[in-house]
């Protein structure tokens, strides 16, 4: 059982930055697949990016390629998503995840595929 918690969002104009925080409750966080998922109202839950536990292998989704940065902290508790050039439709309930068993790159993008979950927060990106 892992609990992850989300924080850093916030209101930013456009063009500016935000970094995600992904904390987790267990001290073998650092050998997790992280992966960031964002859901705006009404819309399906859109894959943002993937770190790996092991390998640090990353992972993005297109809309977000060369904008946003995933990485994990030296002691491996905290993984970040640094987001910059944000745009309006960057605005949804950011989320990260980790899966509750193996996950191969393929199926990273899936949300089904992750069994733990963090609250979400807020980002609002406005023109």
């Known amino acids: 059982q892992v609990q992850l918690v989300e924080s850093g969002g916030g209101l930013v104009q456009a063009g500016g930055s935000l970094r995600l925080s992904c904390a987790a409750s267990?001290?073998?966080?650092?050998?997790?697949?992280i992966g960031w998922f964002r859901r705006a109202p009404g819309q399906e839950p859109e894959f943002v990016a993937a770190?790996?536990?092991?390998?640090?292998?990353?992972y993005y989704g297109d809309s977000v390629k060369g904008r946003f940065t995933i990485s994990r902290d030296h002691a491996g508790n905290t993984v970040y998503l640094q987001m910059n050039s944000l745009k309006p439709e960057d605005t949804a309930a950011y989320f990260c995840?980790?899966?509750?068993?193996?996950?191969?790159?393929?199926?990273?993008?899936?949300?089904?595929?992750?069994?733990?979950w963090g609250q979400g927060t807020q980002v609002t990106v406005s023109s």
């Open positions: 267990r001290r073998t966080f650092n050998m997790y697949t």
């Open positions: 995840a980790a899966p509750d068993g193996f996950i191969s790159d393929d199926s990273l993008q899936y949300p089904h595929e992750y069994g733990y």
């Open positions: 770190l790996r536990g092991r390998g640090g292998e990353t």
